[in-house]
């Protein structure tokens, strides 16, 4: 089974560096930067097992494509290992520290699909930095609430039972907000706007049949 760890690995490298324009990154550094990140885990819908795979050093032939920017999202194919995955790509809109002015890296929210693996519509959070030893973080959309565990500086949701429903309040939703606390007690709110992320969903599900 191909790793979803190393398969984000390329996304996230790639997508940041296809969609520098489109983000208002302002340097190349930051796309640079994005490289190291890690990726959404293969433990989408087991219940949120951590992953046991380490990322591979991503092939340039895996770079994904830019299909379609629809409002704040972009979405993306990619061929890592010759196996499709697709994904939406956005960044926040809106940052907020307590203390402020703590540094961090780049966030970013992704909604990965890998139909070799028969997984679909994966959340995932690039948070930008290692979460508090114990903590959870939460993904608020509208009225809803998922708790979402940290590997490293990436969160997925706890209760995988619950991702088919977070998806479909996403669709709907006008933004969603991550709250965490990092590894330093700095408390974070970082808000996504959701305008576009229906469409590029849709394009994606024609995009990434088998």
């Known amino acids: 089974m191909i790793s979803a760890r190393y398969v984000l690995a390329v996304a996230t ?6 969609a520098l324009p489109l983000l208002n990154d302002n340097s190349a550094a930051q796309a640079q930067n994005a490289k190291s990140k890690s990726a959404p885990a293969s433990a989408a819908k087991q219940k949120g097992a951590p992953p046991k795979q380490e990322a591979a050093k991503p092939a340039a032939s895996a770079e994904p494509t830019l299909v379609g920017q629809f409002g704040t999202w972009g979405a993306y194919t990619a061929m890592p290992n010759g196996k499709k995955v697709c994904f939406a790509l956005a960044k926040p809109s809106s940052q907020k520290s307590i203390p402020a002015n703590r540094p961090r890296d780049p966030a970013y929210a992704f909604v ?6 028969k997984v679909a519509n994966e959340v995932s959070i690039n948070i930008g930095y290692p979460l508090k030893p114990g903590s959870e973080a939460a993904l608020e ?3 809803a609430k998922y708790a979402m565990y940290a590997q490293g500086d990436g969160l997925w949701i706890k209760n995988a039972a619950e991702e088919d429903a977070m998806v479909d309040a996403m669709r709907k939703g006008a933004d ?5 606390v990092s590894a330093k007690g700095t408390q974070t709110i970082d808000v996504f706007p959701l305008k576009g992320l229906a469409q590029a969903l849709d394009r994606l599900a024609q995009d990434c049949r088998k």
């Open 112 to 117: 990965s699909t890998r139909p070799a693996e």
């Open 13 to 18: 490298a790639g997508a940041m560096l296809c």
């Open 141 to 143: 959309v509208g009225s």
């Open 176 to 180: 969603v907000t991550i709250k965490g």
